[in-house]
């Protein structure tokens, strides 16, 4: 397995290996691997297939952190990645600096970015204004560089592979998007690099989320008709409070092809959510 | 030479051009031909080289036009611009429609955009706000689908080149983006499909924005020491105006590079400059 760290180089594989006609399978990642991950690198590699290529890039992006949020404390271990990586069925981890991802940043020589100006806005969108303006912005760049056939993103950020669905689609980048499912541990808690923040109090109160998901899961199948949505999102943010280090963000009920928020909620309503335990912000969605 | 008018056979075939390692230069144009594009591609045809494709997009993008701008009168001669295109060597013409372009729009299924936030912002970024987010957006869609080697841009446009540039280098475009000299009538005026607007009475006094960079590389040569930008952007302005159907929109002294402006001018300053002459705006610029 190779460690590439320079944009050039990386991009002059990659057109090394689009003009041979090798697949290149890719998946764009912060570090700090899980299971999670390595259900997608496995997906890329059965994509990319025996012959093809599978890209890992690690790389904990600026542009998506908002001033007062955890870029500095991000949690990294490179040794633990690689080993991943490799089992997993990585060729390529691609690991480029700050200054090789935006040289000249500091002295105004970048400029450039990529907006989604619909299915971004509610949501992380409003919770994290400057997030996906600078997860679409990296994505580009990364596609730009690796040249996937193929990317594999995680259904645990549902709201940002639709950004990044509807940014492929748009600018027409020539890239198939999957979505991967969501990898939990035994108790029901979404694999995130950032559950490592937990403290042994807030880890078993983490599991809220999940099961605040289930709970309305059961609400609309026990229901013979729709839910007023307003009156289960207050019931459910309860239920998630009743957590002594659990303060809820949002709790949204909507249409998982437009992202417009909905009044009643039935069978295939999509519901998503962020909640801190303590200072850790985590998410979680699913289908109704 | 073919005619492309979906989104999906030019990606396709552009795909299968680079898989066998074939070279791709592309003119992107707004049709109305004239023979500063046919430079263009003929300098796409040079570097494509005998075995490579040149292709010509022709799309007049409604994004780059502000409301009250020239979108729905822009001149259109598709019979016309297949001669050009022929004679001037190209392979494909790729000439696809709004909706294959923009699908959805009206709906609001269309939502992502490239902006740039530096270049961008003085001089035609000043006089039409949206202009530039349509420019990168288009530009880095046609990309996406054409996915040339190199790109050829016209000097005319020369913050336009500028900012497609930087949104290259920013977002990693495996493109090599060229800019060719602007073309001249015989009597100075930069070829410019909007040159058809002028009339009769107008043609004549167009050749002023030409005339007036010459006046500047004149005062620079004959003054021993940097002018005052302020002064000579004064001067300049009452030149123009002089002639009866010109209006300045702006006479900007700037560094090539940073497109900062400068407070004094010598040798090596550029000087970019608009003017309507009757409803018609112009552009033109050098280097002094």
Redesign the interface.
């Known amino acids: 397995m190779r460690v590439v760290k320079s944009?050039s180089t990386m991009?002059r594989l990659a057109?090394n290996w689009?003009?041979r006609?090798v697949r290149i399978g890719f998946v764009p990642t912060m570090g700090y691997l899980h299971a999670g991950h390595v259900s997608l690198i496995q997906r890329a590699r059965r994509i990319a297939g025996k012959n093809g290529i599978v890209i890992v890039s690690i790389y904990v992006n600026p542009a998506q952190f908002g001033p007062a949020e955890d870029l500095s404390r991000y949690p990294r271990d490179f040794d633990r990645d690689w080993q991943l990586c490799r089992q997993a069925g990585a060729d390529v981890i691609f690991a480029p600096n700050d200054a090789q991802m935006y040289p000249g940043q500091g002295e105004?020589r970048?400029?450039?970015?990529?907006?989604?100006?619909?299915?971004s806005r509610s949501m992380e969108g409003q919770s994290r204004p400057t997030h996906f303006r600078g997860v679409?912005?990296i994505v580009?760049?990364l596609f730009?560089?690796v040249?996937p056939d193929a990317a594999v993103f995680g259904a645990k950020d549902f709201q940002q592979a639709a950004v990044i669905q509807?940014?492929v689609q748009?600018?027409?980048?020539?890239v198939k998007i999957v979505v991967a499912p969501t990898v939990r541990e035994t108790d029901g808690l979404a694999m995130s690099s950032r559950n490592k923040y937990l403290d042994a109090s807030q880890r078993p109160q983490a599991t809220v989320l999940w099961k605040v998901i289930q709970r309305a899961k059961a609400a609309v199948k026990n229901s013979s008709r729709p839910l007023a949505a307003e009156k289960l999102r207050r019931e459910l943010k309860a239920f998630i409070q009743r957590q002594p280090a659990a303060r809820v963000d949002y709790i949204q009920f909507f249409d998982a092809q437009?992202f417009e928020p909905v009044r009643t909620v039935t069978g295939g309503t999509h519901i998503a959510l962020a909640a801190f335990l303590g200072n850790t912000r985590l998410i979680d969605n699913g289908t109704l």
């Open positions: 944009v991009q057109r689009r003009r006609g105004g970048y400029s450039t970015y990529v907006v989604e100006e619909r299915l679409t912005t580009a760049k730009n560089i040249l509807r940014m748009d600018l027409n980048f020539p437009t």
